[in-house]
């Protein structure tokens, strides 16, 4: 179960080199200013909240979700439950904070306690607690495995992240772990809040800012994990490095000396001299062969990013 198709790695290592090298960059740079951090942190920690329950069906839009995070406001309109589930992620996302580190080794009680956040005031009899019975999932195309079997499934997959037996990089690592622990459904509800949190306990103990999945690319994760099911993690590993890249982005946009000026693509091909089209430019974005990330629905790119995909291009020739 455990042992891991790595036939898909090569195509994404440009990709890893370039995420890793931005992770240096931003490492390189702090500390950065305290009240700058603060405001991306604070902001990031709204938009993680947003997106991760809007994929399971909140329909607090963004606005909303930081209304009643930092303004206490009720939503008329909207469930007491949808309310809880926006102030719970977010003490959620504080308890993650709180535990990381750069010697953080991922721990069972550390999940349960991140679902028992998720689910408080919710589903008090099940939060923190692992499911004792059969569950489906609408949609999937597996069924989660016997309850009798979660526990001794969560404890080799926790084993399989703190030994790393195939030496993944930390993106792959916390790919892999995303998708089992999917897998494994460990609960009767809030698996992806769950997930979505705790995959981030591996990205950040090792200097990444937090991966966050967004709303707009609902089908395209479930279409991810579906695949994966099957062994293939490509898509998976291609939409967690465009999380990735997103935030990694915002950071070091954020420096004093960054230059680098990103843009929509639709404006980019305006530009003089630009040899590709819009059409192009945003396949290479989606399929992550160049620096790019997501905004809403629109990709945003530099200059610099397809004049590097070209060089590299006339290289291999």
Same mark, same amino acid.
């Given at each position: ?25 931003? %490492? ?22 947003? !997106? ?5 069906? !909140? ?10 995070? %930092? ?56 939060? +923190?607690?692992?499911?004792?019975? +059969? #569950?489906?999932?609408? +949609? ?25 037996? %195939? %030496? ?21 509800? +809030? ?29 395209? &994760? ?9 062994? !293939? &993690? ?14 990694? !982005? ?7 000396? /960054? ?9 980019? #091909? ?27 629905? /629109? ?6 990013? #397809? ?11």
């Amino acid at each position: 179960m455990w042992n891991i198709d790595l036939t898909y790695r090569e195509e994404f290592q440009s990709t890893f080199d370039r995420l890793f090298k931005k992770k240096q960059d931003l %490492q390189s740079s702090r500390p950065l200013p305290a009240i700058a951090l603060n405001k991306i942190k604070e902001s990031l920690s709204i938009e993680w909240t947003y !997106n991760s329950n809007s994929i399971e069906g !909140n329909t607090l839009s963004l606005r909303e979700t930081q209304m009643v995070l %930092q303004e206490g406001i009720t939503v008329k309109g909207k469930s007491l439950r949808e309310h809880f589930e926006t102030h719970n992620h977010d003490k959620a996302i504080d308890y993650l904070y709180s535990i990381i580190n750069d010697e953080y080794t991922l721990r069972s009680i550390d999940i349960l306690s991140l679902h028992g956040l998720v689910l408080r005031s919710i589903e008090e009899d099940f939060a +923190g607690r692992i499911r004792n019975g +059969g #569950v489906r999932i609408t +949609g999937a195309n597996f069924t989660p495995p016997n309850a009798n079997k979660v526990p001794d499934l969560l404890d080799e997959l926790i084993a399989f992240v703190n030994t790393n037996p %195939q %030496q993944l990089n930390d993106i792959e690592l916390a790919t892999v772990f995303h998708h089992k622990l999917v897998w494994i459904h460990p609960f009767f509800d +809030g698996n992806g809040r769950t997930v979505r949190l705790a995959m981030n306990l591996l990205l950040m103990r090792s200097g990444f800012p937090p991966a966050i999945i967004l709303k707009n690319d609902r089908k395209k &994760y479930y279409e991810a994990l579906n695949q994966a099911n099957g062994g !293939n &993690y490509q898509k998976l590993t291609l939409l967690m490095c465009q999380s990735l890249e997103r935030t990694l !982005n915002i950071y070091l946009n954020a420096l004093p000396d /960054n230059d680098k000026e990103y843009i929509e693509i639709s404006n980019l #091909v305006q530009e003089p001299n630009m040899p590709y089209g819009q059409e192009y430019i945003s396949l290479l974005a989606r399929q992550g062969k160049i620096d790019a990330y997501k905004e809403g629905r /629109n990709w945003l790119t530099t200059r610099e990013a #397809v004049e590097n995909y070209i060089a590299t291009r006339k290289r291999k020739r």
